[in-house]
């Protein structure tokens, strides 16, 4: 006999671990189904944990080089000890497992560590882990399996030298040149990771800028902060191929001029973006409507697939894959499905690049706005005018805020500085209550804070700022 479940969820990323909670928290009896041998998904396991820390841990590094004889903090002698880095690193993650198996065990969620496939609409089998298999019938299944980095045809990973950002997290030693193709936010932030630990880092991108789906200006001004950082760009820069040849690699591309380029280097990191994992799942067996094209499976704004006792949330469906969309995502559907209201604003999901500077925005961006034909204002305010940005010696870039010109409705709110991953919080609230820049500029903001510019902009936005 298999054992029955209210639920059943496919993938413990932040997708499916947050809706197999909120579930149990509904009173609904929940089994998640996990490939892996740890909980917490592709983000916590070798994502977005994983790779903040050595986000923080690197630019520890740096301002030990570079910025702490400045604030009167004189070092001699600074060494990187990587392997403890890399130690400091996994033991981030394992305490953030350790927590969602907790978490999973207060809410009497089972967990079953094992490949799933769909038998039928309502049967989940499982090939465990440990080996030998069980069937589970579910009143409800939830698809939350989330992504994979995308292989290039001919540039595949072999792990050590062609790498996707996975392996890039786990280098034994500092690459001496470490190319990345594409300039998105994946290979920015571990292109960052690696330079300031000593790497020489060239980043290949096809289109003409980079992270494309950001505010110009922003970008610009990313891509500028970038290079002084000793980042090395090709713009409009095609991939072709590479050689690898024992630990070494030449990366082969055609520069916007048609001419040949060549780079000699000892990784190959390929960031050219991610599609959504479904392998083994069984889709097309049991009827799951899938985008020919994307490889999304197709939802209702419910989550539901075509086949009804089926739906799926996160990478595997439409919008930005972002581990935060997906949590809301699985929260809307758990209470929906407990016949509550659940909904998810898709308008208001800030993105975030956690180089330093930071870039954090939500909403529109000016080329989106004039696109639409939308008649706006717009207000910036620079850290370089912000004290508490002087105090940390970290002035670099602006807060910007566009606003329709009639209704003063925040339309979108662009960030470049320091935590600004923190600041778009606030712009988040404000547009997710159909908010003013009138508002954000009448609140009162504690001072000195950094989240003073973010008022400063909104009130840059009726030509009032007093700071600037």
Same mark, same amino acid.
């Given at each position: ?177 470490? *190319? ?6 994946? @290979? =920015?932030? /571990?292109?960052? #990771?690696?330079?300031?630990?000593? %790497? +020489? ?70 960031? *050219? ?6 392998? @083994? =799942?069984? /889709?097309?067996? #049991?009827?799951?409507?899938?985008? %020919? +094209? ?78 639409? @034909? =939308? ?94």
């Amino acid at each position: 006999m298999a054992d029955r479940y209210d639920l059943v969820v496919i993938g413990a990323g932040p997708g499916g671990y947050v809706a197999a909670i909120r579930a149990a928290q509904l009173g609904l009896k929940v089994a998640c189904v996990e490939k892996r041998a740890t909980l917490g998904g592709v983000c916590l396991n070798i994502g977005c944990i994983p790779s903040k820390a050595m986000l923080d841990s690197s630019e520890l590094f740096s301002l030990a080089q570079h910025k702490f004889a400045k604030h009167g903090i004189k070092l001699a002698g600074v060494e990187l000890d990587l392997k403890a880095m890399l130690s400091r690193k996994d033991d981030v993650v394992k305490g953030l497992t350790d927590g969602v198996k907790f978490l999973f065990r207060k809410n009497k969620i089972d967990t079953l560590f094992g490949a799933a496939t769909l038998a039928s609409p309502t049967s989940v089998k499982v090939k465990l882990n440990e080996g030998g298999e069980t069937t589970l019938d579910a009143g409800h299944i939830l698809l939350a399996t989330g992504s994979a980095p995308i292989e290039l045809p001919f540039l595949k990973f072999d792990g050590k030298v062609v790498v996707s950002s996975t392996e890039a997290l786990t280098f034994e030693k500092v690459p001496e040149h470490l *190319v990345i193709v594409g300039g998105g936010y994946i @290979g =920015l932030e /571990l292109g960052s #990771v690696w330079r300031r630990l000593g %790497s +020489k880092v060239t980043v290949v991108e096809f289109l003409p800028r980079i992270v494309p789906i950001a505010d110009l200006e922003l970008g610009t001004l990313l891509h500028k902060s970038l290079v002084k950082q000793g980042l090395e760009f090709f713009l409009e820069t095609k991939v072709t191929g590479a050689k690898v040849v024992g630990n070494k690699a030449t990366v082969i591309a055609e520069g916007k001029d048609g001419k040949p380029l060549s780079f000699d280097c000892d990784k190959v990191l390929v960031c *050219v973006g991610r599609r959504p994992y479904s392998e @083994g =799942l069984g /889709l097309s067996e #049991v009827g799951v409507a899938v985008d %020919s +094209k994307s490889g999304k499976v197709t939802t209702d704004r419910h989550f539901h697939t075509n086949v009804p006792s089926i739906s799926a949330i996160g990478d595997l469906i439409d919008g930005p894959m972002l581990a935060h969309k997906a949590e809301d995502e699985g929260i809307a559907f758990a209470e929906i499905l407990a016949g509550k209201a659940g909904h998810v604003n898709y308008d208001t999901i800030p993105s975030v690049i956690y180089t330093w500077p930071e870039m954090a925005s939500v909403g529109l961006t000016e080329e989106q706005a004039k696109a639409k @034909g =939308l008649d706006y204002k717009v207000g910036k305010f620079p850290f370089a005018a912000n004290g508490r940005a002087r105090t940390m010696d970290e002035t670099e870039g602006l807060v910007k805020i566009l606003a329709d010109a009639k209704t003063d409705r925040v339309l979108g709110v662009h960030i470049i500085g320091p935590r600004a991953s923190d600041l778009i919080a606030e712009a988040v609230t404000t547009m997710e209550f159909a908010g003013s820049s009138e508002d954000i500029a009448r609140i009162c903001h504690s001072h000195p804070t950094l989240s003073e510019a973010v008022k400063e902009a909104a009130l840059a936005v009726d030509k009032r700022a007093i700071h600037a």
